[in-house]
C-alpha cells in the first residue's frame, strides 16, 4: 500500500480533522459498555474492543471520539479501519508515522495526548508486536484496538502485550438495551425484590420480539424473515471465512459449519464430544479445536458441570449455547432451549461465571449463577405451567448443596413459593431479562 493511498483513507476516515464534529447517527444509542470504555481511558494500557462482528464496536468507538472531541483537538485523533490494508509488514509502525509527520507535523512525544483507534486489528499478523513496540516508548499515546475474536486478538497480541492490554467485551443489545432502542428508558432490577414495571405490556410484546430477534442492532428495521436469514447469513459468512478460515488452518470448512448449526439447534443441552466426532466423520481433536475457534468467535458459548473440583468439572461434557437468539433464523430448536439460551446470554453478558448442575439420579438444573454470597440455582421452564414435577431438579440442587434460595424463570407466573423451608422465586423471563442484581 503506498503512503498516498494510507494518507488518502486517513483523511476519509477522520472527517472531524477538517470539518465540524460527526453528529450522531439516528437510532443510534449508548451502549451500558461505553461507561466501562470511558474508565479505561486514564490507564496506561492497550484497550481492545471484543465481540462479534455487526454488535457495535465500531459504533462505540465512534461514540468515544465523539465524547473526546469535546476536550481533544480534533487532530489528535487518528480512526483507522484494517480492513482496507493488505497483510504488509510494519503497517502500523507506516500509518504511525505517517500520521505524525503529515497530520501532526510533529515528532512522537510533542504536545498533547494523542489517541489512536484500529478497527479490526486481528488483520495484521503480529498487530501485537508494532503496538508493543509504539507503546513501550512511553508516548502520550493512547492505543484503542477492536477484533472480533477474541482468540485472533490475543494470538495476536501474543506474549509482547501481556501486562499491557486490556479486553473490553463488546457483546449483542440486552434486552434493556434493545428496550432502550425503541425509547423505553429501564433501569436494572433486583431479582428478590420485583414489582411489575411500568408499560408492562407493551415491555411483554417487545421481549417477544427480543427473543425471536436477538441482539444484533441491525436486525431491528428489517422486515421479513427472508431478509432477516440474509443478513444473519453474511455475518457468519464473514466471520467464517475472514475471522476463521483464513487466520487459522481449517481443513474441514463443512465440519466447521456443520458443527455450528448443530450446536444451535441443541442449544442448552450438554454435548458428547465423542458421539459429535463420529456423527461428522472427523477426528476428537479437530472437535475440540473447531469449538474453541467458534466460541472465540462469539457463535458458541461453554457452561460446565459444577464442581468443587475444576479439573473435574472441565473433564465433564459441557452444555453448549448459541452465541444469540438471532441464530435460530437459520435453524430452529425449542422453545424452552431458546428461551433457556436468551437466559444465559444475558447472565453471561453481565459479567457472572456460570455452569450447570447434575447429580447422580441425573436431576439437573440449567444453570448456576456464581454471585458474591454464593451460588444461586435458576431453572428456566418456559410452558404453560410450572408443576411439580419440574421443581425436581432445582430443590434436589437446593437440598444436595445447602442452597436456601432458588430461581424458576417462567412464561408467566411470578411470587414466591416456600417449600420444605427452601425459597423458590417465580419470574416471568420479560422480567428477568430486566434483572442485574441477585443479592438474597
Keep these: 500500500m503506498e503512503d498516498q493511498d494510507i494518507l488518502k483513507d486517513m ?11 460527526p453528529e450522531p447517527e439516528k437510532g443510534l444509542i449508548q451502549r451500558e459498555v461505553f461507561h466501562k470504555l470511558l474508565d479505561a481511558l486514564d490507564y496506561n494500557r492497550v484497550l481492545a474492543l471484543v465481540g462479534p ?17 469535546d476536550t481533544v483537538e480534533p487532530a489528535r485523533i ?74 485472533n486478538i490475543m494470538m495476536g497480541s501474543g506474549e509482547s502485550l501481556v501486562g499491557r492490554i486490556d479486553i473490553l467485551r463488546v457483546f449483542p443489545f440486552s434486552f434493556r438495551e434493545f428496550l432502550k432502542y425503541v425509547a423505553i428508558e429501564t433501569h436494572g432490577l433486583q431479582a428478590f ?12 410484546l417487545l421481549f417477544d420480539k427480543y427473543a425471536l430477534t436477538g441482539g444484533y442492532p441491525e436486525l431491528y428495521p428489517i422486515a421479513g424473515q427472508e431478509r432477516i436469514k440474509d443478513y444473519i447469513k453474511t455475518v457468519l459468512d464473514l466471520t467464517f471465512y475472514r475471522d476463521i478460515i483464513n487466520l487459522f488452518e481449517v481443513k474441514r470448512p463443512d465440519v466447521l ?15 458428547n464430544y465423542h458421539t459429535l466426532t463420529n456423527n461428522l466423520n472427523t477426528k476428537y481433536e479437530t472437535v475440540k479445536t473447531y469449538i474453541e475457534y467458534l466460541t472465540s468467535s462469539f457463535f458458541i458459548s461453554r457452561s460446565y458441570l459444577y464442581s468443587k473440583s475444576t479439573l473435574k468439572s472441565f473433564r465433564k461434557n459441557p452444555k453448549i449455547y448459541a452465541g444469540d437468539n438471532a441464530f435460530f433464523y437459520l435453524i430452529g ?10 437466559v444465559y446470554n444475558h447472565l453471561k453478558h453481565l459479567g457472572f461465571e456460570l455452569f450447570y448442575w447434575q447429580n447422580k439420579a441425573r436431576l439437573e438444573v440449567d444453570i448456576l449463577l456464581q454471585t458474591s454470597f454464593g451460588l444461586l440455582p435458576i431453572e428456566v421452564k418456559y410452558g404453560k405451567k410450572v408443576s411439580k414435577s419440574d421443581l425436581k431438579g432445582l430443590l434436589a440442587c437446593m437440598n444436595e448443596l445447602g442452597f436456601g434460595v432458588g430461581i424458576i424463570v417462567t412464561s408467566k ?21 430486566m434483572c442485574d442484581q441477585f443479592s438474597v
Aim: hydrophobic share 40%; net charge positive; no cysteine.
Design 333 to 342: 430448536a425449542k422453545e424452552g432451549l431458546m428461551m433457556e439460551t436468551a
Design 193 to 204: 425484590d420485583l414489582s411489575y414495571p411500568a408499560d408492562a405490556e407493551k415491555i411483554k
Design 257 to 271: 459449519e456443520g458443527m455450528f448449526y448443530s450446536f444451535v439447534r441443541e442449544s442448552g443441552n450438554i454435548i
Design 78 to 151: 487518528l480512526y483507522f479501519s484494517m480492513d482496507v490494508v493488505k497483510r504488509e509488514d510494519r503497517i502500523i509502525r507506516r500509518i504511525f508515522d505517517l500520521y505524525f509527520r503529515n497530520i501532526l507535523k510533529q515528532v512522537p512525544g510533542e504536545g498533547d495526548k494523542v489517541y489512536i483507534l484500529l478497527d479490526e486489528v486481528q488483520k495484521i499478523k503480529d498487530w501485537g508486536d508494532e503496538v508493543k513496540s509504539l507503546h513501550d516508548r512511553d508516548y502520550p499515546v493512547k492505543f484503542i484496538v477492536t477484533g472480533s475474536s477474541a482468540m
Design 53 to 69: 462482528r455487526r454488535v457495535g464496536k465500531t459504533t462505540a468507538m465512534k461514540q468515544l471520539i465523539r465524547h473526546l472531541l
Design 11 to 21: 483523511a476519509l476516515f477522520n472527517p472531524w480533522w477538517s470539518g465540524p464534529s
Design 413 to 433: 407466573r411470578m411470587g414466591q413459593e416456600d417449600i420444605g423451608g427452601k425459597q423458590v422465586h417465580y419470574i416471568p423471563a420479560w422480567i428477568f431479562l
